[in-house]
């Protein structure tokens, strides 16, 4: 299973995107994701969860910019 530590960036940088709008914040929650997604002891239920906000975080990245 992931580390704690993962899954709180991941949620951190999902939450930091939504605030601001900050493509680059999206990009790493994109990424992080995904190395969840990776791992061998994540449930499919779980797995297709991080998989469906990557993809979405993914989407997002051209239609925000960046107020910083």
């Known amino acids: 299973m992931p580390s704690r530590e993962i899954w709180a960036g991941a949620l951190s940088l999902l939450l930091l ?13 994109a990424r992080l994701l995904d190395q969840i997604c990776d791992a061998d002891d994540v449930d499919d239920d779980t ?3 991080c998989e469906r906000a990557s993809a979405r975080l993914s989407c997002q990245e051209s239609r925000h910019a960046c107020p910083a």
């Open 47 to 49: 797995r297709k969860l």
């Open 17 to 29: 995107h939504e605030e601001t709008g900050c493509a680059h914040s999206a990009h790493n929650a």
